[in-house]
């Protein structure tokens, strides 16, 4: 991997898949330029807005290979890892950094519960081994009300200090500020991204790296110079007209509402598509979502369309 | 598969791995093969016990070669194909079909958490149609501590109903033995098996098809003579037997416990290995164990060492 650090605004890419369920790689290579080229610092590619866990490895390792070789800058990409089994974490994680990807987002082993620092411990450097120190960039991947196993504090702080050269950040989705925060306090150079472009505002304040956020799929424009703008007054509209699309989109099931807002934006109704468990909105849902999109800046987000 | 319905006492049986944590299939078959002759009327392969989440596809479809080249009854087995991967659970399922076990037994997809009916319905039944519903044998993992995502009743109930030559039982791990005993009761002719041998004493009365268990590991010849003499007064004590056996393994983490006691009575000590998460017994927790089953019928449970 390179040696840049990722910073910034980063949008957990959503993955457009075919009708078979297979991911249309060259559909997702598009997205990741367009949100490259239109505010976005970086990419994570294939996190939970990417639906990556409902892929095989196989399908993770193909996506993995287009982006590579399609000529994006490949230092300002985090690629999703995480696996329930440790061979996957291994091989998955390998493969990001072997193609040269600045960072590998890890889950933690997501079946099992009531894991404790030593079996977490365990797990994470069982990967690092695995795949090898050399030139390893993980980010770990926080998200306890999906994974059901927290990274506490406790087990960053050990992980960070064991292996200062390879876990670089943490991805926070938690949405406990506080925990960002602390981490961020505690842990100096070490590079926390909330989940929410809302906190980048406070971004400066509490020592976050950026934010990694599902909504800017959609908001990116505005997310951007929500960032590069901070401390400006058109900075702090941007962000508040990010944030009021991003509130809109959290009112139905988030990643069916940032791909019907795609497809809705793009006109390429194939952007709709989820792999289950994911499913389409409900008539109702849809409802409720335009609606709250209709108060927004929603309608002027056509940079999806170029 | 075949025709015939897995009933009594199944062995979640405990898969023995190498020092490089690949499944150790010699160790694997024979331990099968042992549970089957001392008392199991099934085998669970790798279930949670059998940590198969732990295992990538390719490890999983080697234990399931392996154990299906074995010469042993492939209509006593009911293997775990539940992958967080739609493409997973597809390819494991249809390789338990193919391979002629008599059940697949499913897990939910278990990353994304808030699961309704429509995406949980919706999941099974693209496994059924990707696997091809043709001699597919289902059977409904509810574990919602660890998967995150219950099979509610109603779920279970639609699924029975608008596939009923395709969903034939249920596991239920949650340990709520009035869930088990409400769709043995909605649901004639749907197998439902509690997770414990304890329920096997009440099993008759509330409509269940035997038990899958992790414990039966151990105590294999006490639960299986509780389960064929279960009018008796030798049932009732072995049933009472099984039990403090089982309650003894569950006083500290489970799958450990089973790999200790499996290490111990057979002397081969490479049966504790775990892989991560999961972790060796600390020495306390240890010690709680030998304490705890010291006062049971542990030690006579020679038949491991066969």
Sequence with gaps: MTSSRLTGVIAA???PIREDRSIDLEKLVAHCRRLLDNGCDGINLLGTTGEATSFSVEQRLEAMAAV???????????????????ADAIRLTAAARDHGFAGALLLPPFYYKGIDRDG??????AVIAGAGPNGLRLYLYHFPQLSGVPYTADVVEHLRRAHPGQVLGLKDSSGDLDYSADLA???????VFP???????????????????ATVNVNAPLAGRAWRER???AGSAALEAAGAVREALGKVPLVAAVKWAL???SG????RRLVPPLRLLLPAEQQTLERALAETAFAELNWVRQ
């Design 231 to 233: 401390r400006t007054k």
């Design 13 to 15: 890419a959503a993955t």
């Design 268 to 271: 390429d109704d194939g952007w």
């Design 68 to 86: 590579a070789r399609s000529g994006l800058p490949l230092d300002r990409f985090m690629v999703g890892t995480g696996a329930a089994a440790l």
């Design 120 to 125: 977490l411990v365990g797990y994470v450097e």
């Design 263 to 265: 497809a809705t934006l």
């Design 185 to 191: 306090r505690r842990l100096p150079g070490f590079a």
């Design 195 to 213: 989940s929410s472009e809302a906190s980048l505002g406070r971004a400066d304040e509490l020592g976050f790296a950026g934010c990694i956020s």
